[in-house]
């Protein structure tokens, strides 16, 4: 009997497909997985690739030599099948242009078996329809509109069809809670929810797992997929947005196709453009989606390549949701002498006093994040006596001598002048107390946080960040307490997962980085389901002329722009194009500051 040319497995983790074959062909393998993304040789006569990478370039195995003489592993060949299955009618729904359209939003409430027990709002059938009718789809509904309801009526609808038995739910931490409490009350029959803690419960129907503790529990999870027809669903999907570059995503693209369905829900599902799409889109349609996204786009028709990927996704946005509209505005704040030129000379515009000590100063601006807090104060770049020590103002303010060094004035600036931002912010909740409206103040940087509680204290401020050991008492203070009328706090921290709605809908941004995506999802804390009509909700972002800021904000508007026509949502567009205001700060002299300051020991 001839052996076999070519041999395709699982490897021992079901998270990779494993290419053997013949002496004779040692040459013609090596050159076959060079074609493949991620493909290795692993010895003379083994290769190897992960699973997505196997399914990206599976029209390469047309070039083998000898392909009627391929062996392929029977669950293997099954899961490739089943994919170009699905990547086939995605491809034909996309030619047609046609949204999911076989299941009707009147009838998704029949779908789903006696023992759903949830109402469902019409926005949520509508979603639930178009999901349904696809074999995977993509949930990019905004904050509040239920996408862990609609995720587990789908689960519920393919359940009561037979085609799978449970559920595995990537989220992160935040999101734990709801995932029980929504798999206790949708169902006649509560769901077994476990949470994966270590070991996996082999008897749970849905298992929950955080995207920190997905890699290491890799194998665990591809037996447990494969065990039982299982769905699988990435919620905050923008989280494995890297793909294969990154560690989430890399595991998420290996468990993938291991499920028989699949299903990402996220509100910001492009916030660095078409890469981050088609990573997530690789996930639902492994093998096809990055190509899918990647045609779509080409050409900077951004109105076409939402024409063209509608049909592959569901989204209700603010407006669908009833929302009234978010103020969303700039504020350009001028530095003054000195921190300008301590700003100039960090980024290599050197005067003649900075020239002096130039080595100083080449050593503090070379990194972003130290540009992003100059643009704030440059003392915070200052080490203090101890860690995140807050800066320590002077009010009235030293005089500036011409002789005095540059250096030494950046060490001590806090004594010569009040940060422009930090005066902008101080104005802004001094405004909205006196109106009584709470504020939510963000900074990316904790010792900015730090300066901002002291120079805020006379409003109650509560202070959340990754370290802080009284977060729920801190929340429950800004929420309860009516003297707190402050909530500081990092996105990093707090831009998921919590919800503030019902007693803030003032935000400042002290600063924003690059990302995107952040900046959405924490805008959506004090903005979602929930509003009273006649709420007013107001966003106001900080930024410094001339510095960094102003790159951070045409670059956040490419972005928003770019997420806003492909989704075709224009709460997204808004936020895309700040409106410019004038500073309220601007018309404050030091003995406004005095005032509002007076309670506070800065000498």
């Excluded at 006649?188 to 503790?213: C, F, H, M, Q, W």
């Excluded at 508007?557 to 026509?565: Q, T, W, Y």
Aim: glycine residues 8%.
């Amino acid at each position: 009997m001839t052996q076999a040319s070519l041999r395709i497995d699982f490897d021992v983790t079901r998270t990779k497909a494993v290419l053997q074959t013949i002496p004779e062909h040692q040459e013609a393998l090596a050159q076959l997985i060079a074609r493949f993304p991620g493909g290795s040789m692993r010895g003379t006569l083994l290769a190897e690739v992960e699973l997505d990478g196997f399914l990206v370039g599976i029209s390469e195995l047309g070039n083998w030599l000898a392909a009627g003489d391929v062996v392929w592993d029977e669950p293997l060949a099954d899961l490739v099948n089943s994919v170009l299955d699905d990547a086939e009618a995605a491809e034909q729904r996309i030619e047609k242009n046609e949204a999911a359209i076989e299941v009707r939003s009147d009838e998704v409430e029949l779908l789903l078996g006696t023992d759903w027990n949830a109402p469902l709002a019409n926005f949520q059938r509508r979603d639930l329809a178009r999901l349904l009718s696809l074999r995977h789809g993509a949930n990019f509904s905004v904050p509040g509109a239920g996408k862990t309801r609609v995720a587990l009526a789908v689960y519920a609808a393919e359940r009561q069809r037979g085609v799978v038995q449970r559920v595995l739910v990537v989220s992160p931490k935040s999101a734990f809670e709801s995932w029980t409490y929504e798999g206790s009350i949708c169902f006649k029959e509560p769901l077994r929810t476990r949470i994966v803690d270590g070991s996996i419960d082999p008897s749970a129907e849905v298992l929950v797992v955080n995207y920190e503790r997905l890699d290491k529990s890799l194998v665990g999870l591809a037996n447990w997929l494969k065990t039982a027809p299982s769905m699988m669903i990435l919620d905050e999907a923008h989280r494995m947005k890297l793909g294969a570059r990154g560690i989430y995503g890399s595991a998420c693209l290996a468990l993938g196709p291991l499920a028989r369905r699949r299903l990402i829900l996220t509100g910001t599902p492009a916030p660095n453009g078409a890469r981050d799409l088609e990573n997530l889109l690789s996930f639902v349609w492994p093998g096809q989606g990055r190509r899918v996204v990647t045609e779509a786009v080409a050409g900077g028709n951004l109105a076409r390549a939402s024409t063209v990927l509608r049909p592959l996704f569901t989204r209700t946005t603010k407006q669908e949701l009833g929302l009234p509209p978010v103020e969303s505005r700039i504020r350009l704040v001028d530095l003054p002498p000195l921190h300008r030129e301590i700003y100039d000379a960090l980024i290599g515009r050197y005067s003649a006093r900075a020239e002096l000590v130039r080595d100083d100063f080449e050593v503090l601006g070379r990194a972003l994040l130290r540009l992003l807090m100059a643009a704030i104060s440059p003392a915070l770049l200052v080490e203090g006596a101890r860690r995140y020590e807050p800066l320590s103002y002077e009010i009235p303010p030293l005089e500036v001598s011409p002789g005095d060094s540059l250096y030494e004035l950046l060490r001590n600036l806090p004594r010569y002048e009040l940060s422009p931002k930090y005066q902008e912010a101080l104005a802004i909740v001094a405004e909205n107390a006196a109106a009584g409206r709470k504020t939510l103040v963000w900074s990316s940087f904790l010792r900015s946080l730090a300066t901002l509680e002291r120079l805020l204290d006379h409003y109650g401020v509560a202070l959340v960040h990754g370290g802080t050991q009284d977060r729920e008492e801190q929340l429950r203070r800004f929420r309860e307490d009516p003297d707190c009328m402050v909530l500081l706090s990092n996105p990093a921290t707090l831009g998921e997962g919590i919800s503030l709605h019902q007693v803030c809908n003032d935000a400042v941004y002290i600063d924003r980085d690059f990302m995107a995506g952040r900046f959405l999802q924490s805008l959506d804390r004090i903005h979602r389901l929930g509003l009273s009509p006649d709420a007013e909700t107001r966003i106001t972002v900080l930024a410094a002329r001339g510095t960094v800021d102003e790159i951070v904000a045409l670059r956040l508007e490419e972005k928003l722009e770019f997420m806003a026509r492909v989704l075709d949502d224009p709460d997204v567009q808004q936020l895309a194009d700040l409106q410019e205001e004038p500073s309220l700060a601007g018309g404050m002299d030091m003995a406004d500051v005095r005032a509002l300051l007076g309670h506070i020991g800065n000498g």
